[in-house]
Nanobody, 123 residues
C-alpha cells in the first residue's frame, strides 16, 4: 500500500495550491480519505476528509478556504487550497481509513499515511 502526496511548494499569502495524493495497492474507492498537516513544533492536525461516497468534511478554520475532492478513476484525492495564509505553512499528509470509522480528526482512525508534502506560505 502506498500513498504518494504531491503539489506542495512555496506561495505568497493569498495564493493557491492544489495538493494531490495517489493511492496504490488497495481498493481506493472503498476507503475514506483525509488530509492532515503538521506545522513546525506543533501536533499533526486534521484539515479535511472525504468519505468513500464523496461527502466532504472540514474544520471550522478550513471550511470555505479548502476544497477536497476525489477521483476514483485515478485513485486520487485532491485538496484545493485558496487564500493561503502564513499560518497554513506545514507539511501536509494524506491518509486512508479502510475501517470507515469516520473519526475524522483522530490519527489512529487511519490505516495508511503518505509521506507528506511541504507547503510554505510567505507573507
Amino acid at each position: 500500500v502506498q500513498l504518494q502526496a504531491s503539489g506542495g511548494g512555496w506561495v505568497q499569502a493569498g495564493g493557491s495550491l492544489r495538493l494531490s495524493c495517489v493511492a496504490r495497492g488497495y481498493t481506493f474507492r472503498t476507503y475514506d480519505m483525509g488530509w492532515f498537516r503538521q506545522a513546525p513544533g506543533k501536533e499533526r492536525e486534521f484539515v479535511s476528509g472525504i468519505s468513500w461516497s464523496g461527502t466532504p468534511h472540514y474544520t471550522e478554520s478550513t471550511k470555505g478556504q479548502f476544497t477536497i475532492s476525489r477521483d476514483i478513476a485515478s485513485n486520487s484525492v485532491f485538496l484545493q487550497m485558496d487564500s493561503l495564509k502564513p499560518e497554513d505553512t506545514a507539511v501536509y499528509y494524506c491518509a486512508a481509513d479502510g475501517r470507515l470509522l469516520r473519526n475524522w480528526r483522530h490519527l489512529d482512525a487511519y490505516d495508511y499515511w503518505g509521506q507528506g508534502t511541504l507547503v510554505t506560505v510567505s507573507s
